[in-house]
Structure formats: C-alpha cells, structure tokens
C-alpha cells in the first residue's frame, strides 16, 4: 500500500531551526508537497519539491531524496505564527495526491 | 480575487436527510476535488473531477455523490447522512499540468451529522 509518515507533533522555540522530517512509499513519484495549515483554517501550499536537491523560499526550505524516499522541510528563524500543521503530500504514477497525517509544530516563546 | 469558496461553512445535521455542500472557483482551474479531513487521519480524497462533464471516485467515495456541470461549481452532496460522515470537508483545484498541479483550497465545511 501507499505510505506517507510524519511525526505527529514537534516543540521548537521562538527564533531556532526546526526540521520536520516526510518519508513516503508509493506507487511511482511525480512530486512532493508541503502544505501549511494552521489549526481551523484551510491547507496553504509552500513548495514543491520534483526533483532531488534543496528548493529555498525565504524562511522556509524543502529537501528531496527520491531514491531515499525522504523529504524535509526546514524552518529558519521561527516566529509565533509558524505554530500550524505541516502537510507532506506526495503525487503518485497515477498522478493522485496521497496526503500525510500532518505534523504539528508548536513554538514556544 | 475570492479563489474558492464553500458553503455554508458549518451544519449541524440529523442522521438520515440529505444536505449539499457548495464549492465554486473562480480561478478557471480544471480540476477540482473533495477531501475530508479528520483528526489524526490525512486528507482523504472523496470525489474529483479533471474537467467540466467528468467526475471520478477518490478513496472514500461511499455515501457521497457529486456533479461537475460546469467549470466553475462542484457540489458534494450526502443523499442519507450518518454520524460516521461528521468531519471537515474541504473542496480544491487546481490546473492540471506536466509539472505542477498545485492545489489550492477552499476555506471549509465543518460538518456534524448527529
């Protein structure tokens, strides 16, 4: 079957790095995305991730190992607002979208 | 511009009747799609639809049906509810496309069927 695992919850403080970490097992690849959610709201999209390397966007990045079968995304300089849900999806040979269970980060002042 | 929306944004149902939830987007994506979303659990896909006339089954299709009549609308709807079917739904699109296909959301439905 199709897998996509995260850890269900982190802890990080105001200003520090944070890592949250994606593997997947599916049926083919055809890209992987990291979404933000923050609690009542709906999923937001930050990247997108199709080929192996590091995709930089400002505070946040996001890494791929399709070989490996990993992802990450990193979080510089936290701030308050970053305490949401982070999605990790995968798009599958089939071109569906398989979606993780959401990390949930906590920043602590 | 408003992206998509969805109505109404939270219902309190019976078990048995039928309710309709709205989406509509004004993006002129081609693709649209029906998640639920419930606690612990990842987005789980109800129904799609990858142009105007053309609907497909996702992971949970059972007790849902939709409709795609033109571009812009994608109701969901449930014919007899039932309290399994209490969650947050949320409706996407997105252009479907060799190398992206980002989905964008709307803002939600939470839905309690009692």
């Known amino acids: 079957g199709q897998n996509i695992d995260q850890p269900t919850e982190m802890t990080a403080t105001e200003g520090a790095i944070v890592q949250i970490n994606c593997t997947y097992q599916?049926?083919?690849?055809?890209?992987l995305f990291w979404y933000q959610q923050h609690a009542g709201e709906a999923p937001t999209f930050l990247s997108y991730?199709?080929l192996d390397g590091l995709e930089e966007k400002g505070r946040f990045s996001s890494f791929l190992s399709r070989s490996k079968g990993y992802s990450y995304l990193l979080l510089k300089e936290l701030q308050m607002k970053d305490s949401a849900s982070y999605l990790c999806a995968v798009r599958d040979g089939n071109y569906q979208l398989i979606w993780g269970a959401g990390t949930k980060l906590i920043i602590k002042p | 511009t408003a992206g998509i929306t969805q109505a109404p944004t939270s219902q309190i149902l019976a078990a048995g009747r039928s309710m309709t939830l709205r989406c509509t987007q004004d993006?002129?994506?081609?693709?649209m799609y029906w998640y639920r979303q419930d606690l612990g659990l990842g987005l789980r896909l109800i129904h799609y639809?990858?142009?105007?006339?053309?609907?497909g089954k996702g992971e949970v299709p059972d007790g849902y049906s939709v409709s795609r009549a033109n571009t812009d609308d994608f109701p969901l709807t449930l014919a007899s509810a039932v309290p399994s079917q209490t969650s947050v739904y949320f409706c996407?699109?997105?252009?479907?496309?060799?190398?992206?296909?980002?989905?964008?959301f709307g803002p939600g439905t939470r839905l309690t069927v009692l």
């Open positions: 599916t049926s083919g690849f055809n890209g």
């Open positions: 639809s990858n142009t105007a006339g053309t609907t």
């Open positions: 993006m002129r994506h081609n693709a």
């Open positions: 996407a699109s997105s252009e479907i496309a060799a190398n992206t296909d980002t989905q964008y």
């Open positions: 991730n199709v």
